[in-house]
């Protein structure tokens, strides 16, 4: 079947046998519209990156035993789990730069979605190439801190942009730290995924782990992108479930709930940090 006929047939939304998934996501793009795809890919991508969350601070609790530790780093540098971890990639970059799309949206009014959807997706196909590439050598070398003094401070100005239009919107105001949140975000997590892969020792060998850990400014910032990251996802999923939920009394008990979950998670990531 051609690309045509597939979009002919889309655009009729008749029943496409073959590559189904596609043929049904064009289908959708075509009675939805495309941004109806990108806000379920934000959802589902969102998703992705809490449950990852989860994950990461799992593994990360073994480093109070560094063989064990190792141990599991070893399963990880196996080729199938390289590949996953290389694909993560992908739901990562494209929430982070659909959420800058947004960010600019809800923020600044940027309405040009269709050049900001090119841009996005040629940067994000280029950061996960290079991604690709710096984990397959495993043995680049920057400087810890020139690479995040520079990250952080790209960091602080893009969530000093963010301060002035989110914060005097009149949006609740978890939904204004969320994007606040968002703004640090954006820089610190696709920094943080490219740094932990540039030199296979640097995640995975315990002793360089807690030696980085040892720093008080890395511990400090580390702090800083755990907690927003524990804050900006379990809101974002608390946003997702309440869409489903029809009372108030429903909506302040999920509340309720995923803050409590978003404080146990917090506290995990901290004895992590502060053995
Ligand atoms: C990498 C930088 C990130 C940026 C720029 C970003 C941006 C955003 C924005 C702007 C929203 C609001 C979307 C909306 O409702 O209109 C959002 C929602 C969400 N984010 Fe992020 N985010 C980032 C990282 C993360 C991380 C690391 C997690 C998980 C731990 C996460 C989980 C979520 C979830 C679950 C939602 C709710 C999804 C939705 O309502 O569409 N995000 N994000």
Redesign the pocket.
Known sequence: MTWETVRDLGRTGATIYGPKVFSRLLFLSRARGWRYLL?WG??I???I??V??LLHIWTLSSLKDPDSYNAKMRLFSSFPLVIMEWLLAIP?IF??????R??LY?GFGVKDDKALVGWGMASGAGYVLLLGWAMVRGDQWVSTSLFWMGATLLGLASTGLMVRPFWMSYQPLGWRL??IS??F??V???AHMFFMHLNVAVGHDASRVMERLASPLMKGLDLAIMGC??F??????F??LSDYLGTRSARVALALAIGASGLLLFWAGLKVMIP
């Open positions: 806000s934000h959802r991508s969102g998703i990156l809490v990852f969350l990562v929430h982070a730069l659909n959420g800058g947004l960010l809800e969320q994007r968002a703004g975000l954006l610190v997590v696709p990251v524990v900006h996802g379990t809101y974002g999923v946003s997702i």
